[in-house]
């Protein structure tokens, strides 16, 4: 019974709802900025190498790591391969688009975030809560979005990272599934808490030295891969396209076409 409730919720939304909302929110925004995130992005490179004036605060570095840590986990490795696996080449093409039209949303709602943050005694405060209660004035939504955000991140994204990554040693001789999932979790528990037990500046050292090492080492290896793969290049942009707008394919069965797992790929990289 749970099963079916939660599966008919997933369908309503991620079928129908999230795609429209966001789509709809990103072509909006990036009309509304003129392209901003195409258009101020030697100014977001600069900012990046900003520091705090009064050398205390967090730097640009260091909050980019964080939202970075938050955003890209085994979920944007394993979910790409599983859309290109179902929806065929042209969802890449998908991914790449939703990805930009996101940029400006996200644009947004960071700059929404700086405008409405509180300062604390041990630093500031903010985010889509701050912005829900103070700029469109519903409280009570922005508590029920703190609720319901920390069931997600407690439930649902750590959840799904700490099994895929436990997933991820079932290939060698010395998985047990009785016991090397337990043991992988008492890890990573250990290691989370020793972060967030920390507060929010050992939270910002910790992704300031880990979310570099894995960004550098995720490109490298994609690098190394389509190296090796070199010459199957052009073959592949030519079939990413060339399914991309397959008009047959795609209406044929809009729900599993390369268009809708894109859409849905590039969303939940959002």
């Given at each position: 019974m749970l099963d079916k409730l939660i599966a008919l919720v997933n369908e309503a939304l991620y079928s129908y709802i999230l795609i429209i909302a966001l789509v709809a929110g990103g072509l909006y925004f990036t009309l509304r900025t003129k392209g901003a995130q195409f258009r101020l992005l030697g100014e977001q490179l600069r900012a990046v190498t900003e520091k705090?004036?009064?050398?205390?605060g967090v730097s640009s570095f260091q909050a980019l790591m964080v939202s970075t840590a938050s955003r890209v986990g085994t979920g944007n490795i394993i979910?790409?391969?599983?859309?290109?696996?179902?929806?065929?080449?042209?969802?890449?093409?998908?991914?790449?688009?939703?990805?930009?039209?996101?940029?400006?949303?996200?644009?947004?709602?960071?700059?929404?975030?700086?405008?409405?943050?509180?300062?604390?005694?041990?630093?500031?405060?903010?985010?889509?809560?701050?912005?829900?209660?103070?700029?469109?004035?519903?409280?009570?939504?922005?508590?029920?979005?703190?609720?319901?955000?920390?069931?997600?991140?407690?439930?649902?994204?750590?959840?799904?990272?700490s099994y895929n990554l436990q997933s991820t040693f079932s290939v060698y001789s010395f998985y047990n599934a009785k016991?090397?999932?337990?043991?992988?979790?008492?890890?990573?528990?250990?290691?989370?808490?020793?972060?967030?037990?920390?507060?929010?500046?050992?939270?910002?050292?910790?992704?300031?030295?880990?979310?570099?090492?894995?960004?550098?080492?995720?490109?490298?290896?994609?690098?190394?891969?389509?190296l090796i793969n070199v010459k199957t290049l052009p073959s592949v942009f030519a079939e990413i396209f060339k399914n991309a707008f397959d008009l047959r394919a795609i209406f044929g069965g809009f729900g599993g076409s390369c268009v809708m797992f894109g859409i849905k790929r590039g969303l939940f990289s959002n």
């Open positions: 705090p004036k009064d050398g205390k979910g790409v391969s599983t859309a290109l696996c179902l929806g065929g080449f042209g969802a890449m093409f998908w991914m790449w688009v939703i990805a930009l039209i996101g940029g400006a949303t996200a644009l947004i709602e960071s700059t929404l975030a700086q405008i409405y943050k509180k300062r604390g005694p041990d630093g500031a405060y903010g985010g889509p809560a701050y912005y829900i209660e103070k700029g469109i004035g519903l409280k009570w939504l922005a508590i029920l979005f703190s609720v319901v955000l920390i069931i997600t991140y407690g439930v649902g994204f750590n959840m799904l990272a016991v090397t999932p337990w043991v992988i979790g008492a890890v990573l528990a250990v290691l989370v808490g020793y972060c967030l037990l920390g507060g929010g500046k050992r939270i910002m050292r910790a992704t300031g030295v880990l979310v570099p090492v894995m960004g550098i080492v995720y490109i490298l290896v994609a690098v190394v891969l389509v």
